[in-house]
């Protein structure tokens, strides 16, 4: 009995002890010890403060490993699909188009809300889809254009200005912003606001091929702005401004113009992967992105607003954000009714292609 005694006292003192010697953080996440989980995100000035900011401060305090893949909306769906009977990612980065339909193919899973207390402080207009997804960025979309050589638009109307003639750039129809520009000639078109104008995208076409003349190129890289602050034309887009204002704070002279029609919404988002590896894991670096330490970098770094409330900028930076939330209802921020859009769009696609590439 005496050395059951001892030997019980004995292991309660050692266990103590190495509970007293073990890192703090440890033992706080010692669940995630060894894990990995595979996530997909975006490139650009994004990317690369999630790659140097995020991953390495998560990975540490978790003692786990995060493998990032760099890929764009459609991409990552297209990853989704073809892993969809053994899911290898956990979590995504996808628009806001994405998330609706991840979700109607089954590719995702509720988000974990009882592990994502941060969730809460996440302006309710971001959480998409009944809780499939939630914003991480806000970017408007507009015209961009060299302030040396043109003024901002007044109206979309004014791109078919003669002035313009092998001017101005055009994002490719493989890019999310083209829709916008099929929207916004639909808005001049029928004078219809957005909201209306979606859904008569049909009576644009004749008046978009009138713009051939004045469209010097479709781009699809990140340096198109770079490229016409250079002289490659006097503007460009429709393109969301977080490809836009990083050059111009750098001194290179180019901004962004937002017509009367109105502004578009661009939000990035994170979708939970249905059966993806690791969940918990996943939660909590979904969880970690929407913190609002996370969120200002990545605001300040890619001159996008974040999702969560609260936040406070440089005027200098706060100038180019449309942030908080009222100053996007000041802007008029525009997001589609993806459910519809993404139906038509590939015919939308094919008459864009076949007025601007044929």
């Given at each position: 009995?005496?050395?059951?005694?001892?030997?019980?006292?004995?292991?309660?003192?050692?266990?103590?002890?190495?509970?007293?010697?073990?890192?703090?953080?440890?033992?706080?996440?010692?669940?995630?010890?060894?894990?990995?989980?595979?996530?997909?995100i975006w490139?650009?000035?994004?990317?690369?403060?999630?790659?140097?900011?995020?991953?390495?401060?998560?990975?540490?305090?978790?003692?786990?490993?995060?493998?990032?893949?760099?890929?764009?909306?459609?991409?990552?769906?297209?990853?989704?699909?073809?892993?969809?009977?053994?899911?290898?990612?956990?979590?995504?980065?996808?628009?806001?188009?994405?998330?609706?339909?991840?979700?109607?193919?089954?590719?995702?899973?509720?988000?974990?809300?009882?592990?994502?207390?941060?969730?809460?402080?996440?302006?309710?207009?971001?959480?998409?889809?009944?809780?499939?997804?939630?914003?991480?960025?806000?970017?408007?979309?507009?015209?961009?254009?060299?302030?040396?050589?043109?003024?901002?638009?007044?109206?979309?109307?004014?791109?078919?200005?003669?002035?313009?003639?092998?001017?101005?750039?055009?994002?490719?129809?493989?890019?999310?912003?083209?829709?916008?520009?099929?929207?916004?000639?639909?808005?001049?078109?029928?004078?219809?606001?957005?909201?209306?104008?979606?859904?008569?995208?049909?009576?644009?076409?004749?008046?978009?091929?009138?713009?051939?003349?004045?469209?010097?190129?479709?781009?699809?890289?990140?340096?198109?702005?770079?490229?016409?602050?250079?002289?490659?034309?006097?503007?460009?887009?429709?393109?969301?401004?977080?490809?836009?204002?990083?050059?111009?704070?750098?001194?290179?002279?180019i901004d962004?113009?937002?017509?009367?029609?109105?502004?578009?919404?661009?939000?990035?988002?994170?979708?939970?992967?249905?059966?993806?590896?690791?969940?918990?894991?996943?939660?909590?670096?979904?969880?970690?992105?929407?913190?609002?330490?996370?969120?200002?970098?990545?605001?300040?770094?890619?001159?996008?607003?974040?999702?969560?409330?609260?936040?406070?900028?440089?005027?200098?930076?706060?100038?180019?954000?449309?942030?908080?939330d009222k100053?996007?209802?000041?802007?008029?921020?525009?997001?589609?009714?993806?459910?519809?859009?993404?139906?038509?769009?590939?015919?939308?696609?094919?008459?864009?292609?076949?007025?601007?590439?044929?």
């Amino acid at each position: 009995m005496s050395r059951l005694i001892l030997n019980r006292r004995t292991l309660i003192k050692t266990a103590g002890a190495a509970v007293l010697a073990a890192p703090m953080g440890y033992v706080r996440n010692g669940w995630a010890q060894g894990k990995q989980i595979q996530i997909g995100i975006w490139g650009g000035n994004q990317g690369e403060f999630v790659r140097k900011n995020v991953l390495p401060a998560f990975e540490k305090e978790f003692d786990c490993k995060v493998l990032a893949q760099q890929g764009s909306t459609l991409g990552q769906i297209s990853l989704l699909r073809a892993s969809k009977e053994a899911p290898k990612f956990t979590v995504m980065f996808v628009d806001d188009l994405g998330v609706e339909i991840a979700k109607r193919e089954g590719l995702i899973d509720p988000l974990p809300k009882d592990k994502m207390p941060n969730l809460g402080q996440v302006y309710p207009r971001f959480i998409y889809n009944d809780g499939y997804g939630v914003a991480l960025m806000i970017s408007s979309a507009g015209i961009f254009y060299n302030t040396k050589t043109a003024k901002p638009l007044e109206s979309y109307a004014d791109m078919w200005d003669p002035k313009y003639a092998k001017a101005i750039s055009l994002v490719t129809t493989k890019n999310t912003p083209s829709v916008f520009m099929a929207i916004a000639t639909a808005a001049v078109v029928t004078g219809k606001p957005y909201k209306e104008a979606q859904y008569l995208v049909d009576q644009a076409w004749p008046k978009l091929a009138q713009l051939k003349p004045n469209v010097l190129k479709l781009y699809d890289t990140d340096d198109a702005p770079l490229l016409v602050a250079q002289g490659e034309g006097v503007m460009g887009g429709p393109e969301y401004s977080k490809y836009v204002y990083p050059y111009q704070v750098k001194g290179v002279p180019i901004d962004m113009s937002f017509p009367k029609e109105g502004a578009f919404a661009g939000v990035n988002c994170q979708v939970f992967v249905k059966g993806g590896p690791n969940p918990d894991l996943g939660a909590a670096f979904m969880n970690r992105v929407l913190d609002p330490k996370v969120q200002q970098g990545l605001a300040e770094a890619t001159i996008a607003a974040p999702s969560v409330g609260g936040i406070e900028f440089k005027p200098e930076i706060a100038k180019m954000l449309p942030y908080p939330d009222k100053k996007m209802d000041e802007l008029g921020l525009f997001s589609p009714d993806w459910a519809y859009v993404n139906k038509e769009r590939p015919s939308w696609i094919e008459k864009m292609s076949q007025i601007f590439v044929s």
